[in-house]
């Protein structure tokens, strides 16, 4: 069965500095991997994915996300973050088995805080 | 802006008791998926419909039942409420034409509070 793990509940980073989700998966195959961000009571928001080819993925409001093969790791990067960035962020792999293709396992989800 | 639109936002019921969740995706999005998200976690997959017809169901059991119809619209259906289905609900649309690279949508929810 496939899995993610996000290893930090939270991330605390100042405006300006550079912000770093870690995200480990576990899938047999190829993983299709994908970032998305949710603000307080609200639902989530796609910021990129990764399907094939270029391990930088590039996406939504700056961020950035590296998938690195031989780790199992697909970390989501800002280079300087805004207080704006402050919110909860969510790894996910599709499972490729289901043929619609809209069954995401999400990892536990990182709370970031940018501080002014 | 998503698309996707959910009703209601809030919502109490008590144990015992079934509630219906609607979703509305986007013209052509023809593929609907619903997702629960406890307090403090990621959201879980309950199931997915495509061309009205369930065709993929998480770990969760047959109380949790769903309905998508031609006008791109769907319902989540739960009966016989517990605490523990306290949570945020999401419904998710995709375009099938995008094939399995394609992202999910998501609404920003239902919240349901069972006491």
Redesign the interface.
């Given at each position: 069965a496939q899995s993610?793990a996000q290893p930090e509940d939270q991330v605390n980073v100042a405006e300006g500095n550079p912000l770093t989700v870690k995200c480990t998966y576990s899938v047999s195959g190829n993983p299709?991997l994908?970032w998305?961000v949710q603000y307080p009571?609200?639902?989530?928001?796609?910021l990129l994915?990764y399907?094939t080819g270029d391990n930088l993925v590039k996406g939504s409001y700056g961020f950035e996300a590296e998938f690195n093969k031989s780790q199992t790791s697909f970390h989501l990067k800002k280079p300087s973050a805004l207080v704006s960035d402050s919110a909860l962020y969510?790894c996910?792999v599709?499972d490729?088995a289901?043929?619609?293709?809209?069954?995401?396992?999400?990892?536990?989800?990182t709370r970031v805080l940018v501080k002014p | 802006e998503?698309g996707?639109t959910?009703s209601p936002t809030h919502l109490i019921k008590t144990r015992g008791q079934q509630v219906t969740l609607r979703c509305s995706s986007q013209s052509g999005h023809n593929?609907?998926?619903w997702y629960q998200q406890a307090l403090?976690?990621?959201?879980?997959?309950i199931f997915?419909y495509?061309r009205e017809e369930e065709?993929?169901r998480?770990n969760f059991p047959p109380r949790f039942s769903g309905l998508q119809f031609p006008n791109y619209s769907s319902e989540l259906n739960v009966n016989a409420l517990e605490l523990d289905d306290s949570a945020l609900y999401?419904c998710?649309s995709?375009e099938?034409g995008s094939?399995?690279?394609?992202?999910?949508?998501?609404?920003?929810?239902s919240?349901l509070t069972v006491l």
């Open positions: 993610v299709y994908f998305y009571n609200r639902g989530l928001q796609f994915k399907i969510f996910a599709r490729k289901w043929a619609a293709g809209n069954k995401l396992t999400f990892g536990g989800g | 998503t996707v959910q593929t609907v998926s403090g976690q990621g959201p879980q997959f997915q495509y065709n993929g998480g999401l998710a995709r099938i094939g399995i690279t394609g992202e999910l949508f998501f609404g920003e929810g919240r």
